[in-house]
C-alpha cells in the first residue's frame, strides 16, 4: 500500500506560481512513475503531467505545456508540479498519483494504482 499527500494548493492571483507537493510512503517510490491530474467541479479528472520512474522522461497535458514543470526527488519521496501563469481555468482539485507497473499510457487514468486526497487551487482572475 502506498499513501500519498499532496500539498501547497491555495488561493493564487492570476499570473501568479504555486508549487505542488506530493510525498509517497514507502520505499520503491524510486520505482514508480507519477502523475498529476486535476479536477475542477463539474467535469471529469483530467491529465496534468507524468514523470518516469527514472526522473529522464516527463509528459504534459497541452493545457499546461510551457507553463507547467513536474519533477521529483526521489531521496525525499516528493514528486513536485511548479505552475506558472496561472489562469482561472487552472482553478481545481490537483491529485497526485503513482503507477507501480510503469504502464504505457501516461494519461490514462487506470494507469495509476495509487491517489492522494488533492489539494485545491483557486485562481482568482
Known amino acids: 500500500q502506498v499513501q500519498l499527500v499532496e500539498s501547497g494548493g491555495g488561493l493564487v492571483q492570476a499570473g501568479g506560481s504555486l508549487r505542488l507537493s506530493c510525498t509517497a510512503s514507502g520505499r520503491s517510490f524510486r520505482s514508480y512513475d507519477m502523475g498529476w491530474f486535476r479536477q475542477a467541479p463539474g467535469k471529469e479528472r483530467e491529465f496534468v503531467a507524468c514523470i518516469r520512474w527514472s526522473g529522464l522522461n516527463t509528459y504534459y497535458a497541452d493545457a499546461v505545456k510551457g507553463r507547467f514543470t513536474i519533477s521529483r526527488d526521489n531521496a525525499k519521496n516528493t514528486v513536485y508540479l511548479k505552475m506558472n501563469e496561472l489562469t482561472p481555468e487552472d482553478t481545481a482539485n490537483y491529485y497526485c498519483?503513482?503507477?507501480?507497473?510503469?504502464?504505457?499510457?501516461?494519461?490514462?487514468?487506470?494507469?495509476?494504482?495509487?491517489w492522494g486526497q488533492g489539494t485545491q487551487l483557486t485562481v482568482s482572475s
Open positions: 498519483a503513482a503507477d507501480v507497473d510503469r504502464g504505457e499510457t501516461v494519461t490514462a487514468l487506470g494507469k495509476y494504482d495509487y
